[in-house]
């Protein structure tokens, strides 16, 4: 995220020859069919959306949500084993490898949520009692992080909306305060002061409310490793990827808009809003185009990361170059 170092750069270059190389075997081994066919992962041309009713079905290949070749439409899952050792997490190091190697002693369970601020129904959940395990379903989503590269992870979720509405928010409640679990004993990021601890995130209060927005437990099938964000964290598909707080312990209703992590460490690099748009360039570099982890060939990025036919409304009437 950062990136203010230099010596980022090299080695993230490193990671890349990594994966090339890694594709190339796997293709190899699937007599050229292609790295999804081998893995029997290729996605249905529509993915899973949000709802059970097929109503909200995010298609590939829908109104022009898509552009460019057909290569560049298909959306195969990121391997599982890329999900999980090329992450950012800072409470665990600042390198994409660091919070699977740092991780393994933190503990997920037992865990508490607070739910509290502008709600009738303040409460404090053991974990157990915050998810309903016949509430989780799967979503397949386009991740994309503000570093230019993407990723596509099959999710074990619920609607952020089933916990707010459970709170009962007052009329004043407009926006959504997360907050991450403060240990620096297990977490040894938080001993220095890379990001003001504990990180946090911020949601208006419609876009925690939107049927995209979950809390994910799980990917993959499996419970969240504690790298991704045990045991629960927020994804947010139509967001850069710092908008997805990690190992959650608190929800919080406000009347203002809250402080972020990212937008308190650098205002102008990582706004509030922190919606993917490929018009808006990061002071830094661009944002008009996108790596997926394991492919070697970029990719237009799409406004919203092709969730627009779903939550551009929700943004109508902004200035989106000032509210980044
Ligand atoms: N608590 C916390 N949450 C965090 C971060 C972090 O450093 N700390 N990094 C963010 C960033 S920049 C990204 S891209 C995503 C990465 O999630 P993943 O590792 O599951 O892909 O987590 C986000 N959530
Ligand atoms: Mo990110």
């Known amino acids: 995220m950062l990136i203010k170092k230099p010596a980022d750069i090299p080695s993230s270059e490193i990671t890349d020859e990594r994966l090339y190389v890694n594709r190339r075997k796997f293709m190899a081994a699937a007599g050229g069919l292609g790295l999804a066919a081998a893995a029997g992962i290729l996605l249905p041309r529509a993915l899973r959306g949000p709802g059970g009713d097929g109503g909200g079905l995010v298609s590939t290949e829908s109104g022009g949500a898509v552009e460019g070749s057909a290569a560049q439409g ?113 977490m040894p990021g938080q001993r220095r002061d890379v990001l003001d601890w504990p990180y946090k995130e911020g949601l208006r209060l419609d876009e925690a409310m939107h049927p995209l927005t979950i809390l994910a437990t799980g990917l993959y099938g499996k419970n969240l490793p504690n790298q991704n964000g045990a ?63 394991g492919e070697l060939r970029k990719r237009d990025t799409l406004p919203f990361n092709g969730y627009a036919d779903q939550v551009a409304s929700m943004y109508r009437g902004m200035d989106l170059r000032r509210y980044y």
């Open 74 to 186: 298909r959306d195969e899952l990121t391997p599982e084993n890329k999900v999980t050792t090329y992450n950012n997490y800072y409470e665990f190091g600042t390198d994409k490898g660091d919070p699977a190697e740092n991780s393994g002693s933190f503990r997920p369970r037992p865990w508490t949520v607070a739910v509290e601020g502008l709600v009738k129904k303040p409460a404090s959940y053991q974990l157990e009692d915050f998810i309903k395990p016949s509430k989780i379903e799967e979503r397949i989503y386009r991740m994309r992080c503000v570093e230019a590269w993407s990723m596509v992870i099959p999710w074990n979720g619920f609607p952020l909306s089933d916990v707010l509405r459970r709170a009962e928010p007052l009329p004043s409640a407009r926006y959504v305060e997360l907050t991450t679990v403060f240990r620096p004993q297990e």
């Open 231 to 293: 045991p629960l964290r927020l994804v947010v598909p139509w967001k850069y990827g710092f908008k997805g707080i990690k190992s959650i312990v608190k929800i919080r209703l406000t009347e203002t808009q809250p402080n972020t992590a990212w937008n308190d460490a650098n205002a102008d690099e990582y706004g509030f809003y922190a919606n993917v748009n490929p018009d808006v360039d990061h002071p830094r570099w661009s944002q008009a185009k996108e790596r997926r982890i």
